[in-house]
């Protein structure tokens, strides 16, 4: 099983990126799928997780500071899931990071502990 995070770059504040996260080995749709975030010095958080589509359309959370801005979202055609980054800021600088969750569960929390399986992360710097 292997996750991998793209898409991050440099943005200016304001801007926008869409993160992917491609899967081999492991059939998205039954797992939860997480995204984390790493800035500098700082401990890794989750900000946002969507449940497994095979219990149910797939349920979405969003830390607080990030629930009106982005947006997860899964394509099971695709095997992939995507974090829509909008109006960033430099606070949103950090190495993101998909994770792979429960499987087959109806919601998802944002804590490390539930997800098992990490891809490599994904540099999002937002700087003028």
């Known amino acids: 099983v292997q996750l991998q995070a793209s898409g991050g770059g440099l943005v200016q504040p304001g801007g926008s990126l869409r993160l992917s996260c491609a899967a081999s080995?492991?059939?998205?749709?039954?797992?939860?799928i997480g995204w984390f975030r790493q800035a500098p010095g700082k401990e890794r958080e989750g900000i946002s997780c969507?449940?497994?589509?095979?219990?149910?359309?797939?349920?979405?959370y969003y830390t607080h500071s990030v629930e009106d801005r982005f947006s997860i979202s899964r394509d099971n055609v695709e095997n992939a899931a995507y974090l829509q980054m909008n109006s960033l800021n430099p606070e949103d600088t950090a190495v993101y990071y998909c994770?792979?969750?429960?499987?087959?569960?109806?919601?998802?929390?944002?804590?490390?502990?539930?997800?098992?399986?990490w891809g490599q992360g994904t540099q999002v710097t937002v700087s003028s």
């Open positions: 969507i449940s497994s589509t095979s219990a149910n359309d797939g349920t979405a």
């Open positions: 994770a792979l969750g429960a499987f087959g569960s109806t919601s998802c929390s944002l804590h490390e502990s539930n997800f098992h399986r």
């Open positions: 080995g492991v059939t998205l749709d039954f797992y939860n």
